[in-house]
């Protein structure tokens, strides 16, 4: 199946026709070999079929979930996503409202496992079923250092919205809350950016030189 609704750019981006004969593997995509393929991926991943890709990212998944508070139609939720597939988590949970701006996830959402809970209680159930501890990040009084701490490998990091943070039930599901060094005038980082560099210093601590690509 074909990916027609990742958007491509000018048609100097990504490949043009493969070249006849077309190689012998299950995982391409005929209208791709056809055509080219515009998609923003990875070089590995050109002519592949979408449900061949993420069969191969599946194999390759980091056992730390991502989960982000939709309270206000938070328009980060995006970015949030996007994020968490170039990090690679092994899925992201939205909780609360079911409909969120999927423009600014770039269409990554299609590669990535994406989940809803209702509301918090019903993450933090998820959640402690499959003992991972629930990792809160936000400049909260008693929050310990992000640049500091050591992030549990199997977890869930939980982002609120801008503004407000992270709701009160969801402060009280948290078995661990992280504030993110800042040194201007702004007291806060949307979710979207936060969520990036949250999910890159879980890489820095357990990941970096297993699949590491510049």
Same mark, same amino acid.
């Not at 508070?69 to 995006?78: A, K, R, S």
């Not at 250092?145 to 869930?156: G, I, K, S, T």
């Not at 503004?163 to 009280?172: F, I, K, T």
């Given at each position: 199946?074909?990916?027609?609704?990742?958007?491509?750019?000018?048609?100097?981006?990504?490949?043009?026709?493969?070249?006849?004969?077309?190689?012998?593997?299950?995982?391409?995509?005929?209208?791709?070999?056809?055509?080219?393929?515009?998609?923003?991926?990875?070089?590995?991943?050109?002519?592949?079929?979408?449900?061949?890709?993420?069969?191969?990212?599946?194999?390759?998944?980091?056992?730390?979930?991502?989960?982000?508070?939709?309270?206000?139609?938070?328009?980060?939720?995006?970015?949030?996503? %996007?994020?968490? &597939? $170039?990090?690679? !988590?092994?899925?992201?949970?939205?909780?609360?409202?079911? *409909?969120?701006?999927?423009? @600014?996830?770039?269409?990554?959402?299609?590669?990535?496992?994406?989940?809803?809970?209702?509301?918090?209680?019903?993450?933090?159930?998820?959640?402690?079923?499959?003992?991972?501890?629930?990792?809160?990040?936000?400049?909260?009084?008693?929050?310990?250092?992000?640049?500091?701490?050591?992030?549990?490998?199997?977890?869930?990091?939980?982002?609120?919205?801008?503004?407000?943070?992270?709701?009160?039930?969801?402060?009280?599901?948290?078995?661990?809350?992280?504030?993110?060094?800042?040194?201007?005038?702004? %007291?806060?980082? &949307? $979710?979207?950016? !936060?969520?990036?560099?949250?999910?890159?210093?879980?890489? *820095?601590?357990?990941?970096? @030189?297993?699949?590491?690509?510049?």
């Amino acid at each position: 199946m074909s990916d027609p609704g990742d958007p491509g750019g000018p048609d100097d981006v990504g490949v043009g026709p493969h070249p006849e004969p077309w190689p012998d593997d299950p995982r391409l995509d005929p209208e791709l070999l056809a055509a080219g393929d515009r998609r923003n991926v990875v070089d590995r991943y050109r002519y592949w079929r979408l449900e061949a890709i993420v069969a191969d990212l599946d194999q390759r998944r980091h056992p730390f979930h991502v989960a982000v508070e939709n309270l206000q139609h938070d328009l980060n939720i995006g970015t949030v996503v %996007r994020n968490a &597939n $170039a990090f690679l !988590a092994e899925a992201v949970h939205i909780v609360g409202r079911r *409909r969120w701006n999927r423009r @600014g996830a770039m269409v990554t959402d299609r590669y990535q496992h994406v989940q809803h809970h209702p509301d918090v209680d019903a993450l933090g159930e998820w959640a402690a079923g499959r003992d991972l501890p629930v990792v809160g990040i936000d400049n909260l009084p008693g929050s310990v250092p992000l640049e500091q701490v050591a992030l549990p490998r199997r977890c869930v990091l939980l982002f609120g919205q801008e503004g407000p943070g992270l709701s009160d039930a969801a402060r009280e599901r948290l078995d661990l809350v992280c504030s993110i060094a800042m040194f201007g005038s702004t %007291r806060s980082i &949307n $979710a979207g950016v !936060a969520s990036g560099i949250a999910m890159h210093a879980w890489i *820095r601590q357990h990941a970096l @030189g297993e699949d590491a690509r510049p």
